[in-house]
């Protein structure tokens, strides 16, 4: 039975159908590697420059509201993939002993998808915008601040897929597969913005 599962390939709909060992994970990987393909891709694209986008202008006035609101969509977006991959893509598996959800893996690993092609846009935002000189620190800044997460997801599909190859070809031998994946802002990142702000504020004899 593959309802919900007809746009994907044979393999995803034969694990769903199947449900061989650790068919859970095999169908989390399996899905990762499909659906965040896109959003992986078309931020591979954006940092060599092959994905552009329309360039938007602010004005000196502007820039702080608009910063303030770049940042909160940052912590949304870390705040989100640490939920989905660290809570909810667990939850759809099941407690120990029993089955998991096929279609809840299937809408979690969408979300995540749906978080990704945020953080991509988010970074179009960053890369298209166009501001004084004076904010060349601060843009620069923030640039690949969010998009830096993204192949860890990758990355973990790629452990989870290794780990059950070698559980398939060893049945027998009991296997532990762990990967934690820590969802967050480069090192120092909200120093380096307040300082950033910090050097704006001289340039403009602004006290406060």
């Known amino acids: 039975m ?20 650790a068919w859970e994970f095999l169908l989390t990987a399996a899905l990762m590697k499909r ?13 060599s ?14 820039v702080m509201d608009w910063l303030v609101l770049r940042l909160d969509e940052a912590q949304d977006v870390a705040k989100s993939l640490t939920r989905l991959y660290g809570r909810e893509l667990q939850k759809s598996w099941g407690e120990p002993g029993f089955p998991g959800d096929a279609l809840e893996i299937r809408d979690v690993i969408l979300n ?4 990704c092609e945020l953080a991509v846009d988010w970074e179009s935002k960053i890369k298209f915008t166009q501001t004084s000189e004076i904010y060349n620190g601060l843009m620069d800044t ?7 997460n993204l192949p860890k997801l990758l990355e973990a599909a790629n452990v989870l897929e290794l780990g059950l190859k070698k559980h398939l070809e060893n049945p027998d031998q009991p296997m532990r597969i762990s990967h934690t994946i820590i969802f967050d802002l480069p090192e120092n990142w909200e120093y380096r913005i307040e300082a950033e702000i910090e050097l704006i504020k001289q340039s403009f004899g602004w006290t406060g």
């Open 142 to 148: 923030l640039s690949g601040a969010v998009g830096h």
């Open 35 to 47: 659906l965040l393909r896109a959003p992986l891709r078309r931020w591979e694209d954006l940092k």
């Open 112 to 115: 995540m998808a749906r978080t």
């Open 49 to 62: 420059g092959v994905l552009v986008s329309p360039r938007d202008r602010l004005s000196d006035e502007q």
């Open 2 to 21: 593959t309802y919900g599962f007809e746009q994907f390939d044979e393999n995803v709909r034969s694990i769903v159908t199947n449900k061989p060992d």
